[in-house]
């Protein structure tokens, strides 16, 4: 008999990819800007591509390599890994939930209509979403100014563009903090100082002395002229 495989450890498992997200999220960018700055290819962009940073200079020759490296390239990317991933998910949702529903055929038409419109299913559709929404106008502008089109200064893209840069982290706050009933309640109760409301049972007082019983309870003490004479 062969010997069984070794599996990896849950929490082994969990501990590699926080391992590998850390180095994607933080070594890839810091390896980025060191090498710009060392080949002094950072420089005033003059708000065209990041708003309100002096980044990628305009005047180098390879400028487009470096914006598409400091940002648009990933940007791009993500236009098209998050849809992506979002299909896949849900590929996998409905096969879990089709093998459930086989191991548990009670299940009925209404919970299944429920499922596929949960308020998870509707998060996760707004995830590709929102950050199509938010940073398309960052995209929009690149292509001007690679065209070299004067609304590339327009207020009408900037403005969304310095919005949409730096609200992912308030549009992912709203999305699973405020708009989940269950932290909401809790933050709120929190900021407001209110008082968690005690459970029912707790509100009818203290438990009172309970009356004898009529079979006679072994801990009860009865009377002796109450006993029946023969």
């Known amino acids: 008999m062969c010997p069984p495989k070794a599996q990896i450890p849950f929490q082994t498992l ?10 994607l999220s933080w070594g890839v960018p810091l390896a980025i800007t060191v090498a710009a700055v060392i080949l002094k290819k950072i420089g005033y962009d003059a708000s065209d591509v990041s708003v309100g940073w002096c980044w990628i200079d305009l005047e180098a020759k390879d400028r487009v390599l470096w914006m598409l490296l400091t940002g648009k390239l990933w940007e791009l990317l993500a ?16 096969r879990a939930h089709q093998a459930l529903s086989e191991y548990r055929p009670i299940l009925s038409e209404a919970h299944r209509l429920q499922h596929h419109s949960s308020m998870a299913d509707k998060k996760l559709v707004l995830i590709p979403v929102i ?3 938010l940073r398309v106008w960052s995209t929009v502008r690149f ?20 919005i ?20 909401r309640t809790r933050l709120f109760s929190l900021c407001c ?3 968690t409301p005690p459970p029912a049972g707790s509100l009818a007082g203290p438990p009172e002395a309970s009356a004898p019983s009529r079979t006679g309870d072994s801990g009860a003490q009865v009377d002796p ?4 004479h023969t």
């Open 143 to 162: 292509v001007l100014t690679l065209c070299g089109s004067p609304a590339v200064r327009a207020p009408v893209l900037v403005v969304p563009q310095g």
């Open 225 to 228: 002229d109450e006993l029946p």
């Open 193 to 195: 100082c209110c008082p």
């Open 14 to 23: 969990l501990q590699s990819v926080a391992v590998c997200s850390l180095f």
């Open 79 to 94: 236009y098209v890994m998050l849809p992506v991933l979002y299909l896949l998910i849900r590929k996998h949702i409905n």
């Open 131 to 133: 950050f199509i929404c």
């Open 164 to 183: 949409g840069n730096t609200f992912q982290g308030g549009a992912n706050c709203i999305m699973f903090v405020l708009c989940t009933r269950a932290v």
